[in-house]
């Protein structure tokens, strides 16, 4: 079994920082992209950023510039730094990522979910 544990939102003003933190961790061989998606209210979930096992990243247009996003292979932990916040910035934000378990499979695992509200 392998779990996902997000942390490190919350309610910022515009023009805040915030920095999420993503756990995994049980029956892990190997952790492949990591990556972060957000869903705002009546809105599609959408890719904010992913980094690879070899830490390329890619990010979407509106948070290029403002959001990092890194990893720490010996935790199995990806985090995502949130600049310059805009309210638009609002929503559930998902910690993804593709595991190899324990029993060479491949899976696609996410966490609950972590709400980040942005003021202005």
């Known amino acids: 079994q392998v779990h996902v544990v997000e942390s490190g939102g919350g309610l910022v003003q515009a023009g805040g920082s915030l920095r999420l933190s993503c756990v995994v961790s049980?029956?892990?061989?190997?952790?492949?992209?990591m990556g972060w998606y957000r869903q705002a209210p009546g809105k599609q979930r959408e890719l904010v950023a992913v980094i690879t096992s070899g830490t390329n990243t890619n990010y979407q247009d509106s948070v290029k510039g403002r959001f990092t996003i890194s990893r720490d292979n010996a935790k199995n932990t990806v985090y995502l730094q949130m600049n310059s916040l805009k309210t638009a910035d609002a929503a559930v934000y998902y910690c993804?990522?593709?595991?190899?378990?324990?029993?060479?499979?491949?899976?696609?695992?996410w966490g609950q979910g972590t709400l980040v509200t942005v003021s202005s």
């Open positions: 993804t990522a593709r595991v190899v378990t324990t029993a060479r499979v491949y899976v696609a695992v």
């Open positions: 049980g029956s892990i061989y190997n952790i492949n992209a």
